[in-house]
């Protein structure tokens, strides 16, 4: 193992002195939803071999068919987290209302994930992921659903963990984002990429569901058809349809994902994306890598929400490409 190979919980103990607050319960709690996804990665990597795929026959609040491995991610961090006395409660996108600890008499933390990410991509081997979001109590030991209803600019760290080619957790607590891929013969994450920071020069990637196109605004449109035909130098466009490894490919060769406000989806008026546990996570991590991130009126982080699973549109990437895409999208 080389002197770089520095494993995760050393890292976090490191990272740990700069949250002055925390005794140790912040290391913990870190730990803990790295176990949760090592257990689903386990699941994730072997979904073909075992009868876990196909639907449950169930439907999530947002009324999209349930995948078994959602289920299984949703209940292996809500197991692993419950047993946590630091954590006061937890919010999902598989859970219509938050899940309150009330005997953690000692909390300090909530956590909001999206279990499984890109879930409808499982049946083909498309990665997917674990999007996490952790937050102060307002109050330590009290815990309320204001707790989750939280500015992003407030998280205390973010992060998801992509099931690729290979298992690689990427996470901020404010301090610069870093990378650890999963060794499996060890069992543990080991530094490989630190201080990540979406490069400037980048590919000029532009990630997007084309073929909303037709259910665009017009600024929306004219803004499409700078990055697909207009821009001096051409882009590339790559979209997988999994948020995680679209946004993990665009962080480390620079670019900008969106998933503007469409019409097609009457029933979410504001897009598909969501606030709490997709973009302000993914926000987070952006901007400490130097991007940013907007809902094409303001930066997502200073989105005060209204509901846990409210849904915005989204514009993530390098900052050069956001501010062109702002200019379009307000018609100036
Ligand atoms: P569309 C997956 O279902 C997901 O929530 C994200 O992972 C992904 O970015 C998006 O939906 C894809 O949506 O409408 O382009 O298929």
């Known amino acids: 193992m080389n002197n770089k190979a520095v494993q995760l919980q050393h890292y976090i103990l490191n990272e740990q002195k700069k949250f002055p607050y925390a005794k140790g319960d912040f290391t913990l709690l870190l730990s803990d939803i790295i176990i949760g996804s090592k257990i689903i990665s386990r699941e994730v990597n072997k979904a073909g071999l075992v009868e876990i795929l196909g639907l449950t026959g169930n439907e999530n609040i947002q009324g999209e068919q349930v995948q078994k491995l959602d289920d299984y991610s949703n209940d292996t961090l809500i197991n692993i987290l419950s047993q946590n006395q630091s954590v006061g409660g937890v919010a999902s996108e598989e859970m219509a209302d938050p899940i309150y600890f009330?005997?953690?008499?000692?909390?300090?933390?909530?956590?909001?994930?999206?279990?499984?990410?890109?879930s409808s991509n499982i049946d083909v081997n498309v990665s997917i992921g674990t999007i996490f979001s952790i937050y102060k109590l307002k109050k330590d030991g009290e815990i309320t659903e204001m707790d989750f209803l939280r500015k992003g600019r407030e998280q205390l760290a973010s992060g998801y963990i992509l099931y690729g080619s290979s298992t690689m957790l990427v996470f901020t607590t404010g301090e610069g984002v870093h990378g650890f891929t999963l060794d499996p013969s060890l069992g543990e994450f080991i530094l490989s990429h630190e201080n990540i920071t979406i490069p400037e020069n980048s590919k000029k990637i532009y990630s997007v569901n084309q073929a909303n196109y037709r259910f665009w605004d017009e600024n929306t449109k004219k803004m499409i058809d700078y990055f697909t035909k207009e821009a001096e130098k051409p882009f590339s466009s790559r979209y997988i349809g999994s948020l995680v490894a679209d946004f993990h490919r665009n962080l480390l060769y620079g670019g900008i994902f969106m998933y503007p406000l469409d019409y097609k989806l009457k029933e979410k008026p504001r897009g598909k994306l969501r606030l709490m546990y997709e973009a302000n996570p993914l926000?987070?991590?952006?901007?400490?890598?130097?991007?940013?991130?907007?809902?094409?009126?303001?930066?997502?982080?200073?989105?005060?929400?209204?509901?846990?699973?409210?849904?915005?549109?989204?514009?993530?990437?390098?900052?050069?490409?956001?501010?062109?895409?702002?200019?379009?999208?307000?018609?100036s």
Request: aromatic residues 8%.
């Open 283 to 331: 926000a987070m991590i952006i901007e400490q890598a130097g991007g940013s991130a907007t809902n094409g009126k303001e930066n997502i982080l200073d989105i005060k929400p209204n509901m846990i699973h409210q849904r915005e549109p989204l514009y993530i990437g390098n900052k050069e490409y956001i501010d062109i895409a702002m200019k379009y999208l307000n018609g």
């Open 102 to 118: 009330e005997d953690h008499t000692e909390a300090r933390y909530c956590v909001l994930f999206d279990p499984l990410d890109g």
